[in-house]
């Protein structure tokens, strides 16, 4: 495996860059996440995917100091859930605490994590972020689970288009809709359960391909993944498998493999996630 791979960039809307290949931590429970994320880095992941609600925030912080690396070769995401009560000085003072419980000094990337809380909300924290922005806080600001109409929403309200929508994105929930909009829009697409859990390292035509390249299924919903030009954040406690989900520089999979995988697409049927956090992004309130 070849770190300067697993590093490579790709731009932003706002300038900023961003690494190809994330490193998830949902459900890495604290006591057990340091040490995935240690491992992480020595196998060269450096964007490393929290949030509030993964309660691993801190550990985020205290591997990335824990390697002696430089802070700016890192790339730390997090996000944050609105609420329809809240206040901006609440939003505020939760994104700045974010921050603080990293204690990296500031956050490459904020996320609004679901559309879930309402229109008006939903502005009212993007507004915050830009705030923080502004001071430098937060590097740069998107969005998570939203749909086209959430995007629209929120560039009509704030005229300012996020950097990066992280959605459910694998070959059984291709998202097309929002793939194209964001491409039109020029925001990144992180794709988070880019092995869909481990729930279908068993189908036939993926084995076969894993078998053909010699590569893993979980390797080859990477590649595909990144071949599609999306930010997979593979997760996993696993030392064996944190290294071998970022060995997936030394091959490629071809039109006839692409092929089969494009095939499985079942559109929102095919979400295992998305729906059951109630933020299917084919909806809109
Ligand atoms: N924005 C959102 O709303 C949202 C929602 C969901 C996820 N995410 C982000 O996206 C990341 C990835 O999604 P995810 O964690 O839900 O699912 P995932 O990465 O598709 O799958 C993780 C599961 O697969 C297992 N696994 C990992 N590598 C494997 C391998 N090589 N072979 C076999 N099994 C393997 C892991 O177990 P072990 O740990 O035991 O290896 C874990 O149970 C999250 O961690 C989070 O950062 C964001």
Excluded at 37 to 49: F, Q, V, W
Excluded at 103 to 119: A, E, K, M, N
Excluded at 210 to 228: C, D, G, T
Aim: hydrophobic share 35%; charged share 25%.
């Amino acid at each position: 495996m070849s770190s300067n791979q697993v590093t490579s960039i790709t731009s932003l809307n706002d300038g900023k860059t961003i690494p190809h290949l994330g490193f998830g931590l949902y459900n890495s429970p604290p006591d057990v996440s340091q040490k995935s994320i240690e491992e992480a880095i020595r196998c060269g992941y450096r964007l490393l995917d929290t949030a509030q609600y993964y309660e691993n925030e801190a550990q985020v912080g205290a591997a990335v100091k824990q390697s002696g690396r430089d802070r700016k070769e890192f790339y730390v995401v997090t996000k944050m859930l609105g609420s329809n009560e809240a206040s901006m000085e609440q939003d505020l003072a939760s994104l700045r605490k974010s921050v603080e419980i990293i204690g990296l000094g500031y956050v490459d990337l904020f996320l609004i994590h679901s559309p879930t809380f309402g229109r008006e909300g939903r502005a009212r924290l993007f507004k915050a972020m830009i705030t923080l922005q502004k001071e430098g806080l937060i590097h740069s600001i998107g969005v998570a689970n939203f749909g086209v109409k959430h995007l629209q929403q929120l560039k009509e309200d704030t005229n300012v288009t996020p950097a990066v929508n992280q959605v459910e994105l694998h070959p059984w929930c291709q998202q097309r809709d929002i793939v194209d909009y964001c491409e039109k829009e020029n925001i990144v697409i992180q794709a988070y359960c880019p092995l869909v859990r481990g729930e279908k390292f068993g189908e036939e035509g993926l084995k076969k391909i894993a078998e053909k390249h010699k590569k893993n299924p979980a390797q080859v919903l990477i590649r595909w993944s990144l071949q599609m030009g999306y930010i997979p954040l593979p997760k996993s406690d696993n030392p064996k498998r944190i290294n071998d989900n970022a060995d997936v520089f030394d091959f490629k999979l071809d039109d006839e493999d692409m092929k089969v995988l494009r095939e499985y697409d079942q559109g929102s049927e095919g979400a295992i996630v998305a729906k059951a956090i109630g933020s299917d992004p084919t909806t809109c309130e």
